[in-house]
């Protein structure tokens, strides 16, 4: 993903994604742990979510079990307005 500030990702259409990661832990199988990963991310091809799953499965010994996301997109370019004036009250 480009380096760019929140707001310009943002208006390219990224939105926070969050994923819940359940998977099991090396040593004793039987039981499984919760982990918590939120990212800014394109829907619908989420190539940060796949990045950090590919990342998952080679790097962390506890394999996963299964993954759960939601997508919300903050703002969109039509609810972005450019403000040309001030106005201040005193």
Known sequence: ???LGDLELMLQG???T???FIYR???P???L???IWQH???SPQFPELHRFIDFWRREIEGPLHSVTYTHKRLISPGEW???TGELILH
């Open 40 to 42: 800014y991310d394109l």
């Open 81 to 83: 307005r450019n403000v």
């Open 25 to 27: 832990m090396p040593d």
């Open 1 to 3: 993903m480009k380096d």
């Open 18 to 20: 969050t994923a819940k």
């Open 33 to 35: 742990q919760t982990f």
């Open 14 to 16: 990224y939105g926070l």
């Open 29 to 31: 199988p039987h039981l």
